[in-house]
């Protein structure tokens, strides 16, 4: 008989942990972590109904990171895939698609207008702010759609920017990477970044400006003598200001902008192969917000408009580009009763997609764009009971109604449980929900896939999970040792993927009332098919090994399956079956630490790939050459380690960072 033992575990802990929650005992407050994701307002890490990693500006500091990615690369349970400027994030075995970013609780829209027709990777990370302006970063591992709604199926990543502050000061970082000359993939890079705070009005109105400027030098995509690419021609450039207006000692307002600007050139016979025709894309964002916080006693309330203006320049399809535009209205109040914490919350989306470029959209406008728009209005409800001082029950609900697909209710029932002071129980039972996108869903959108033409389906229906998880956190600043152990398993339904070929390459095809030219490639409808599974083990191990020596290490285990389809008993995707991650920080002196970190990427099978597993080290220093200035280098992938075929594609080559940081 097939035990399913996290869908058991978290079941269990929901019907029985009330009957042993006797004892109580008082929760030491110092040296806490606190975050915000969870539950949309703040509370601490050890009482957060989720599976969440907490990573500091600090512990960002502390090593040579060169971007998000390599921040991110060490987090249980995600995955980065790619390598250079093309890399994108999964976690908990769903894709990047299911992943939800947030700049400081707000949605970070964007996906729709640069990854199409299996390109564009990468974006959604180069549209994040600089590391310099982040203060920390929030990871939520599993399903957040009781809170976020359609786009967090799989997990979000919230990153927490530098609030401003209330005095004149800023800082400056630049760094240049150097690609080995054994290295193919990358090119030669640099990245400098900057931030600036300071009042206007002192303890009223505060001013806070920041940028960056990121490049790449084309790699050579003779690396590996075939046709995929390696790193473009890249540079990336942002600029962003923020103001916050202290109305009195409750309430705060906070508008800001940024803008974001992208250009990826690609040459046949260096990042593309010879036969390759030239590429050239051109991307921006613009993002503009205004919010307001207050804080009244037991009453917190937080809301915000939120306006994305994304454009892709490409010139595929009609040569127009694609835009999408993003209006998001959010509103949540939270009261904190004797026993309970009540939220409630309202939230308004609206989309606007304009598609000159996805596969066929010529077929319905030869010269111009294919534009359609939605809506979402939700409702959200949030209860934490405590039942005892050690024992809460997180009950939620979340009701999306979709223009399109109608209604659509995501619930969660959580338990945390406080053994000891030093030992947290956790688990419960979360629902996941993804409405189609709008290309998916919209007969004017014909995008190409794996070679064949995907016939988008309005009969779509939105994709769930339901989500088991139980775990178990130990922490003991005494001790110096934090860690972690989760067990999950993912039910997955109704699951858009490609159906049948509907009509073979070379013949008009006429489906759902549209007659489509004849084509290079085979149609194929867009159905929701498959029912999948995944189950996974999380374990993490953070320990002082003496007061200067610090070590961090996590393994995860991710076994996925697919339970109906043409592909049944076949894995979900390509993502790997085991990673381990260890790092260590020894701080020689006061000024002066080396960090070294150590990863294994175990191999991925897919239903029509397999891929390799590797080991990559990375290592380097921090030397603080006086209060104010600092030095960084590094050295990534110090052993070269070429794998074409890995779960991450390509992996980057040898490379090495020197970096410098000035605060003012």
Not at 566 to 593: M, Q, R
Request: charged share 20%; hydrophobic share 30%.
């Amino acid at each position: 008989m097939k035990i399913n033992m996290a869908k058991t575990a978290a079941t269990l802990l929901l019907v029985n942990i009330v009957l042993v929650a006797e004892d109580t005992t008082t929760l030491d407050d110092i040296n806490v972590t606190t975050v915000s994701t969870a539950s949309g307002y703040e509370q601490k890490l050890k009482d957060a109904p989720a599976s969440i990693t907490v990573i500091s500006g600090e512990e960002i500091a502390k090593k040579s990171y060169t971007d998000l990615s390599d921040v991110l690369k060490s987090v249980p349970g995600v995955i980065v895939q790619g390598s250079g400027t093309e890399q994108s994030i999964s976690i908990r075995g769903m894709s990047s698609s299911y992943t939800l970013f947030l700049i400081d609780g707000r949605p970070a829209q964007g996906g729709d207008t640069f990854e199409f027709n299996g390109g564009g990777k990468g974006q959604q990370l180069a549209l994040m702010p600089p590391l310099e302006m982040i203060e920390r970063i929030e990871v939520v591992r599993g399903p957040a759609s009781g809170l976020y709604g359609s786009d967090a199926m799989g997990g979000v990543i919230n990153i927490i920017t530098k609030k401003v502050m209330n005095k004149w000061a800023g800082s400056v970082s630049t760094e240049y990477i150097v690609a080995d000359k054994n290295n193919d993939v990358n090119g030669n890079g640099y990245n400098t970044s900057f931030v600036l705070n300071g009042p206007l009005i002192k303890d009223v109105l505060g001013f806070q400006l920041s940028g960056g400027i990121r490049g790449t030098q084309e790699g050579s995509q003779t690396a590996f003598g075939d046709s995929t690419t390696s790193d473009g021609d890249y540079i990336n450039k942002n600029i962003g200001t923020k103001f916050t207006w202290k109305v009195d000692d409750s309430n705060t307002i906070t508008t800001g902008q940024t803008h974001t600007d992208t250009l990826n050139k690609r040459t046949p016979g260096e990042s593309l192969a010879t036969t390759a025709t030239a590429s050239r894309q051109g991307s921006l964002k613009n993002n503009y917000f205004l919010s307001h916080d207050g804080t009244y006693d037991r009453l917190i309330l937080s809301s915000y408009i939120n306006y994305d203006y994304a454009k892709n320049n490409t010139t595929r399809g009609t040569g127009n580009g694609v835009q999408f535009e993003t209006v998001t209205l959010n509103t949540q109040a939270t009261y904190m009763f004797d026993t309970h914490t009540l939220s409630a919350g309202a939230t308004y989306k609206n989309e606007q997609l304009s598609d000159g470029a996805t596969g066929l959209t010529y077929v319905y406008n030869p010269t111009g764009y294919i534009t359609l728009e939605r809506y979402q209005n939700s409702l959200f409800l949030e209860d934490e009971w405590m039942l005892t001082d050690d024992l809460a029950l997180t009950l939620s609900g979340r009701y999306d109604n979709n223009e399109q697909f109608g209604d659509q209710i995501s619930p969660k029932a959580y338990l945390v449980y406080h053994l000891t002071d030093n030992l947290s129980l956790k688990g419960g039972v979360i629902a996941g929900y993804k409405a189609p996108s709008l290309r998916n869903s919209a007969p004017e959108f014909i995008p190409t896939s794996r070679g064949g033409y995907s016939l988008p389906n309005s009969e779509l229906t939105p994709e769930t999970s339901l989500t088991y998880e139980s775990g178990l956190d130990y922490e003991n600043n005494d001790l110096g040792l934090k860690s972690s152990l989760t067990v999950y398993q993912t039910d997955f339904k109704d699951r858009i993927t490609r159906g049948d070929i509907i009509c073979a390459a070379g013949v008009e095809c006429v489906y759902n009332g549209v007659t489509y030219p004849a084509a290079a490639y085979s149609y194929r409808e867009t159905v929701n098919v498959d029912e999948a599974e995944v189950k996974g083990v999380e374990f993490t191990f953070d320990y002082e090994l003496t007061e200067d020596l610090n070590s961090r290490s996590n393994y995860t285990y991710t076994h996925s399956e697919q339970k109906s389809g043409s592909n049944i008993g076949e894995p979900l995707n390509d993502l790997p079956k085991h990673v381990f991650n260890t790092g260590l920080v020894y701080d020689i002196t006061k000024a002066t630490n080396l960090w070294s970190q150590l990863a294994f990427i175990g191999e991925g099978i897919s239903d029509t790939t397999a891929s390799v597993s590797y080991t990559t080290i990375d290592t380097g220093f921090i030397h603080k050459i006086s209060k104010d200035i600092t030095f960084k280098a590094g050295v990534y992938n110090i052993t070269n380690k070429e794998v074409a075929n890995s779960v991450n594609g390509y992996v980057d080559g040898r490379k090495y960072s020197f970096g410098m940081n000035y605060k003012f």
